[in-house]
T-cell receptor, first 115, second 110 residues
Framework: DGGITQSPKYLFRKEGQNVTLSCEQN?????MYWYRQDPGQGLRLIYY???????QKGDIAEGYSVSREKKESFPLTVTSAQKNPTAFYLC??????????????FGAGSRLTVL | SQQGEEDPQALSIQEGENATMNCSYK?????LQWYRQNSGRGLVHLIL?????REKHSGRLRVTLDTSKKSSSLLITASRAADTASYFC??????????FGQGTRLTINP
């Protein structure tokens, strides 16, 4: 089955540590996205990538980093510079162009808790 | 940036009743999408309506779009307990950024 796999589902981190969230898709989608969701809130865009080896900052990129070395993979690193990293992180992908119409397919999410 | 705003923020109805939630947006759009999120899960795409469409149906879902008022509504008919979820509208901002509203939390009471 095609889809997006996020791992780990739950992650606990001590303050000052960097953590990397994995996102893999087998949908052959060109574009991939990372969103952050806080309790009872909507989604805020962290980073997005339309093609391999290229990515753009979203609205809340500070304290986060990404890479896009392969079409299938778009890992997100939450660095120690992110002051309030406890949140639910969602990865998504889409086809590009008019045909894709920016319809996103989401993973199941990763919940990060800073202890 | 926050493009869409849903209203109401929370809605509780009895099973079998219809549920209506609204979305307002600020800039011109090519299309508007609605997504559903079950608690603690990822979002699932429900329906897309293009700017030149006024109404679209998918099963028990009906979406309307009024570009003159920059608003859209999602109607779920004959609601079921399984429809309990949060519902988000989303529009495209810039080249490829999909921007989501705050969502409407829908609770269907048996």
């Amino acid at each position: 089955d095609g889809g997006i796999t996020q791992s780990p589902k739950y992650l606990f981190r001590k303050e000052g540590q960097n953590v990397t969230l994995s996102c893999e898709q087998n949908l052959n989608h060109d574009a991939m996205y990372w969103y952050r969701q806080d309790p009872g809130q909507g989604l805020r865009l962290i980073y997005y990538s339309q093609i391999v080896n290229d990515f753009q900052k979203g609205d809340i990129a500070e304290g986060y980093s990404v890479s896009r070395e392969k079409k299938e993979s778009f890992p997100l690193t939450v660095t120690s510079a992110q002051k309030n990293p406890t949140a639910f992180y969602l990865c998504a992908s889409s086809r590009t162009g008019v045909a894709g119409a920016n319809v996103l397919t989401f993973g199941a999410g990763s919940r990060l808790t800073v202890l | 940036s926050q493009q869409g705003e849903e209203d109401p923020q929370a809605l509780s109805i009895q099973e079998g009743e219809n549920a209506t939630m609204n979305c307002s947006y600020k800039t011109s759009i090519n299309n508007l999408q609605w997504y559903r999120q079950n608690s603690g899960r990822g979002l699932v795409h429900l329906i897309l309506i293009r700017s030149n469409e006024r109404e679209k149906h998918s099963g028990r879902l009906r979406v309307t779009l009024d570009t003159s008022k920059k608003s859209s509504s999602l109607l779920i008919t004959a609601s079921r307990a399984a429809d309990t979820a949060s519902y988000f509208c989303a529009t495209v901002e810039g080249a490829q950024k999909l921007v989501f509203g705050q969502g409407t939390r829908l609770t269907i009471n048996p």
